[in-house]
């Protein structure tokens, strides 16, 4: 076991010339010398709990290409179980317009999968022996997004202007240099972006300060995309702020039709010419028609729940967070009991309003981070990430009660209705996806069903 604490090794490494840092098996970092700190140029607290999927390493290899994640040298020695020898990884940071090059060695200490398995990596500086593309090179090869702007207004509706984007800027955006040298980084955005983030980069800009943070954006043809973003001031030789550098990559899963692209497209060159005008009439009639399409496109239209499109995009984020933090999902199907009966006795109209009242219980029982929607007729799905089982027959025991509580006015009577619940558990493994999710679900609330009613069924995925 790898004992940090053992003072003759502690003092060894306090007083080493070479960085060294520690990582768990989970990659996050656990110790690092003083020497590591120097060569990277951070404080002790920037760097103890960072893993390696934090947007604020810009690794390159030894010909200046960005450096894939599995090819962090915590990841190689993790995955192939090996030790990593002598090899040359150069660094990008906010501190310095160059590349830091460094010669990395690591190595397993302990056995993978065990709680005491540690991976240690070493390294020092090699930047004098290195000589390294051009930083414009770099930048117009990276595989990440990057986008520089000026740091002296970033007030709307003028600032920040674009003084620079990348290749992969114009691959991905659809944008050319020239429609975007001068514009606002704004124009990526739209209504669904998240007003807290963007206001949280606002003052960040406005404090010129570093700041990381996932985005919506939208390229040229309105197709939505997730960036993870890390922006950097950058500072002239009297150590003034003059400009900041934007480094983006895409984490997007979504795809949309051709059509909602082009609709989209639309309303976004709408809402750019709107905000660069006094508001008028039209700009208001267009403000609405914009957000009727948004509102048809990700919520149900009667019960205003997420529709199935919006709650694929928020499963898949949580199985992937369930994924790196070893948590487990559970997803469970809710179909309304003997629904037929209320549409057959009372008509569908009434049964409409069965609906909504049903969907918000629904609505109120599940947290805002939980992902809920209508899936269609009288059933719809929930999905959460939890740490044990009774965590999940909670929310479900929560549930069933509301809905056994509450009462319905339908004509001049009032009803009550009950629901069935399957909800499968499971850790998420690589090939765990919705459908089998769904499934397994399936299944389950029909067991459910045959043991009565008004109950729900756990289970594992079948």
């Not at 709680?115 to 117009?140: G, M, Q």
């Not at 994924?323 to 057959?344: C, H, S, T, V, Y």
């Not at 049964?351 to 599940?366: M, R, T």
């Not at 499934?439 to 043991?451: H, P």
Request: aromatic share 8%; net charge negative.
């Amino acid at each position: 076991m790898l004992d940090i604490d053992n003072l003759d090794i502690k003092k060894i490494l306090e007083h080493a010339h070479m960085g060294v840092v520690i990582h768990r098996a989970d990659t996050s970092i656990v110790y690092a010398n003083p020497a590591a700190l120097k060569l990277l140029r951070l404080s002790y607290e920037q760097l103890i709990g960072k893993d390696a999927y934090d947007p604020q390493w810009a690794f390159v290899d030894e010909n200046g290409f960005p450096l894939e994640l599995s090819n962090y040298p915590v990841n190689r020695v993790l995955n192939s179980n090996k030790r990593l020898e002598n090899e040359t990884i150069g660094l990008i940071d906010s501190t310095s317009k160059e590349i830091s090059w460094y010669m990395v060695n690591a190595y397993m200490e302990g056995r993978l999968g065990a709680e005491n398995c540690f991976v240690v990596v070493t390294f020092s500086d090699i930047t004098e022996r290195v000589k390294p593309f051009s930083a414009e090179d770099i930048l117009e090869n990276a595989q990440d997004m990057i986008i520089v702007t000026e740091a002296d207004n970033v007030e709307y509706p003028e600032g920040p202007k674009i003084v620079y984007v990348n290749k992969a800027f114009e691959t991905l955006t659809g944008y050319s240099k020239e429609e975007v040298i001068g514009e606002s980084p704004r124009i990526l955005q739209g209504s669904l972006t998240d007003k807290v983030a963007k206001n949280e980069i606002y003052e960040a800009l406005k404090k010129k300060q570093s700041i990381s943070q996932t985005l919506l954006n939208y390229d040229k043809s309105g197709r939505p995309y997730w960036i993870d973003m890390n922006i950097i001031p950058l500072k002239n030789k009297a150590g003034q702020v003059t400009h900041f550098a934007a480094i983006e990559r895409d984490v997007s899963q979504i795809k949309f039709q051709q059509e909602q692209l082009a609709n989209r497209n639309n309303d976004l060159k709408a809402l750019k010419a709107s905000l660069e005008k006094r508001v008028s009439e039209r700009t208001l009639s267009l403000q609405q028609a914009k957000n009727q399409l948004e509102n048809m496109a990700y919520f149900d239209p009667l019960t205003q729940l997420p529709n199935r499109r919006f709650f694929s995009v928020h499963l898949s984020k949580q199985l992937a967070a369930a994924k790196r933090r070893n948590e487990m999902i559970a997803m469970g199907l809710i179909d309304i009991d003997n629904f037929k009966q209320i549409n057959d006795n009372y008509g569908h109209s009434k049964g409409d309003e069965v609906l909504k009242g049903f969907a918000e219980i629904i609505n109120d029982a599940f947290r805002h981070e939980d992902a809920i929607c209508r899936y269609g007729g009288e059933e719809f799905t929930f999905s959460i990430i939890i740490n044990h089982i009774e965590q999940a027959e909670q929310a479900c025991e929560r549930l069933i009660q509301a809905i056994r509580a509450t009462r319905y006015n339908v004509g001049d009577t009032t009803v009550n209705v009950t629901a069935s619940i399957g909800v499968c558990v499971t850790h998420c493994q690589a090939d765990t996806d919705e459908h089998i999710l769904y499934r397994s679900a399936d299944n389950l609330m029909y067991k459910a069903k045959q043991q009565g009613k008004d109950r729900y069924y756990i289970g594992d995925v079948e």
